[in-house]
């Protein structure tokens, strides 16, 4: 979503870097830039007015332009501001002592919210809670049946009563069975609703009286921009949300409301839905999005959905394999397998330091296609073959590549960059050898510590 602002923002540091001295003129040149990038991001214009005012009086300060690295010192400033910008609130939930814990998911019609409920109790299931789902959603046809087979998707407990129950009392009964069933959770799905429809809004005045919601999140389809924002403004000014649930991140808009809804509603981002899976939900950390956004990349994110999909036991083999220098093919296709469960390829590279600009300047390098053809390639192997890839001969290509719909070159190609990879990894098991052995070799100390003999 943010591919557009990030490239132009990129662009205008890369012109800062070239100039051999920082000017005041300089400064307002790189500013009437980022304006722009801002602007045609879809940023509200006060906001986007006082971001500039501020990052301006820090900018021409004759410290930072007398400084010894002033452009570095500019673009730290424009990520403090970013940062600024969209909030120091903390991600999630709030951390609320009540239980069961009730949350409200409310908006406007056709925002997700009832996709976002069943993606919210999964990801809360997977950090240790016990959440239960009900629908209050009585208007709008088959919405309470889509909520139970999504949660039947996700493996999410339903509290679903029958149909002609009123709508407050299927939140309370939800709360009910929460507090008699160990629930600590309880996400109550509302109907979709217009600030200006007064008997519906009263409604939601009447759920929130009766349940007592500890979080009241808003759900915004990232993709209708500015008027995003405005409708969470007025939910705010009639019912008082808490936070905003951003859905359709994935999307090709341009994310102007990600960067103005602190400012223009004055809550946080709570969480960002940034795919069409279950597990797409993510809580929202500016810190992380500011860095992708400047190019600098997001390690810890990546670490965190390396962890989501390898577990200790498939680590500590593939170890093993490395430091026996028995890396095979299959073992390969297994790490493709973990990498394309990762996410889409392109997003992957945006969270490594530099390699989203690297993939820019190669268009048409970086094919998220080319993991399924490798793995295609793989699967029309024998078990032998992909044991022992010195049996592969010309005629077993010729197969090969028949069986997987590709060509003989394409599979010489994979059998070379195999080599390469094996080539690397050996390298690096014999390094790591070597180490250990290095430090293997001790003395005893009498009652002292021990320490590798030098």
Do not use: C
């Not at 809670?129 to 493996?155: F, K």
Request: aromatic share 4%; charged share 30%; no cysteine.
């Amino acid at each position: 979503m943010f591919a557009s602002l990030s490239d132009r923002l990129q662009a205008v540091f890369a012109s800062v870097r070239r100039e051999t001295r920082l000017t005041p003129e300089s400064v307002e040149t790189a500013l009437r830039e980022i304006r722009l990038a801002l602007l045609e991001a879809d940023v509200n214009f006060k906001v986007v007015k006082a971001f500039i005012d501020r990052v301006r009086d820090r900018a021409v300060d004759r410290e930072v332009l007398a400084s010894l690295t002033p452009t570095q010192q500019v673009v730290a400033i424009v990520r403090d501001e970013l940062l600024a910008l969209l909030g120091d609130g903390q991600p999630g939930l709030s951390a609320s002592k009540q239980r069961p814990q009730v949350v409200l998911l409310l908006g406007l019609q056709g925002a997700g919210k009832t996709t976002t409920t069943v993606k919210l109790a999964r990801w809360l299931g997977e950090h240790g809670r016990h959440p239960l789902v009900v629908s209050t959603d009585v208007r709008r046809p088959a919405a309470i049946e889509q909520l139970g087979v999504l949660a039947a998707d996700a493996g999410v407990r339903v509290h679903d009563p029958d149909r002609d129950t009123a709508v407050v009392a299927r939140a309370e009964g939800a709360v009910k069975m929460a507090k008699s069933f160990g629930f600590d959770v309880v996400l109550v799905d509302t109907a979709g609703r217009l600030h200006i429809d007064d008997d519906l809004m009263g409604e939601l005045d009447a759920l929130k009286a009766a349940v007592q919601p500890s979080d009241l999140l808003y759900v915004a389809d990232a993709m209708t921009g500015q008027d995003a924002i405005k409708s969470a403004g007025e939910f705010h000014r009639r019912v008082g949300i808490s936070g905003v649930v951003l859905t359709k991140m994935d999307g090709d808009a341009r994310g102007g409301a990600a960067l103005s809804v602190v400012s223009v509603v004055g809550v946080p981002v709570s969480f960002i839905g940034d795919g069409e899976r279950l597990e797409d939900l993510q809580p929202f950390r500016p810190d992380r999005l500011v860095s992708r956004m400047l190019g600098m990349g997001d390690v810890l994110s990546l670490v965190e959905k390396a962890e989501q999909v390898v577990t200790p036991e498939e680590a500590t083999r593939l170890e093993r394999k490395i430091r026996g220098n028995d890396f095979t093919l299959q073992d390969m296709r297994d790490q493709l397998q973990t990498v394309k469960r990762m996410g889409p390829l392109d997003r992957l590279m945006d969270m490594v330091p530099g390699m989203g600009q690297m993939a820019a300047k190669m268009p048409g390098q970086v094919d998220p296609k080319a993991l399924s053809q490798t793995m295609a390639i793989i699967d029309s192997m024998t078990r032998r073959e992909r044991a022992q890839y010195q049996v592969i001969d010309g005629s077993r290509r010729q197969r090969i590549a028949r069986g997987s719909g590709t060509t003989v070159q394409d599979v010489n190609r994979l059998v070379k960059q195999f080599m390469e990879m094996r080539r690397m990894l050996r390298a690096v098991g014999g390094a790591s050898r070597s180490r250990k052995k290095k430090g293997g070799r001790r003395r005893a100390i009498p009652n002292g510590p021990r320490f590798p003999v030098r």
